[in-house]
């Protein structure tokens, strides 16, 4: 396995503009400059998709059998034309710069800590690692990303909060890659909080101590998940020790019931 680190500046565009946490405040202005000029076309909707419906419903209401395909092309001509306007502008030069500023740093830690990392994940996970190349596009670190969009590719980029926490997030999403497809499963948020409590764990192993939940006095977890990990956790315990499967997707299987009976 091997992650290919790279900036895509249209999905970095794309991102910064739906993302609520900003770059910077300039970048700001710049929105609400494209705003103003492209709000009235679909094609913006594309960028940023806060009235991503109304954009649908007027693609939809410009249709006829005819003309779909020259819909669809004028619409792809705008959102290039956007696309270059941003490029050409002294705030995507500075988003350009920081973010890859940022990919050296993730690139560091994670030439630093693959091997051990990977070794503890799969001691954990009791899963094989990958073997084909993904591809981790970078995003500006103050954009707080961290996704899988399929097998072969991750999204990622956010402030280092912790020791190690690049490391940490990059195992996450390839743990999700290992158990695919995950988003598609029955009992997802189960699985997801499985995850997440490895997270935990690898964590205490790669960086030699800790607790889970916690770093230091932050909290480390997603709200929405704190109260299933919680339920999760003494059973996560006997796996670590040995039970309950053997691996995470057959403790997964052999717990759902009983964490929905709680």
Sequence with gaps: MKFEFKINKYYL?????????KPFPDWQKLEEKIWQKYRDEPAYYFLNPKYISWALEKLQTDFT?????????????????????????KEFKRLYKETYKHLLFIKKQWQKNEKEALKILREISKLPIPKQKITVYITHPKSYNGKT??????????????????????????????????????????????????DN??????????????????????????????????????????????????????????????
Aim: hydrophobic letters at 35%.
């Design 13 to 21: 565009v794309g991102y910064a503009m739906m993302s609520k946490n």
């Design 65 to 89: 059998e005819k003309n779909i395909e020259s819909v669809f092309t004028e619409q792809a001509k705008t959102l290039k034309k956007i696309y270059q306007e941003i490029f050409k502008s």
């Design 149 to 198: 969009i399929d097998q072969n590719t991750i999204v990622c980029g956010h402030i280092e909060k912790w020791k190690n926490h690049i490391t940490i997030c990059l195992c996450h999403e390839l743990l999700h890659i290992m158990t695919w497809p995950g988003h598609f499963q029955s009992h997802y948020d189960i699985l997801h909080s499985i995850i997440l409590l490895n």
């Design 201 to 262: 764990e690898l964590k205490i192993r790669l960086n030699k101590k800790g607790i889970y939940f916690k770093e230091g006095k932050l909290n480390i977890e997603p709200p929405e998940f704190f109260d299933l990990e919680k339920k999760i956790l003494p059973y996560w315990k006997k796996y670590l020790n040995g039970g309950l499967g053997k691996n995470i997707l057959e403790f997964k299987n052999s717990i759902k019931a009983k964490i929905k009976q709680k």
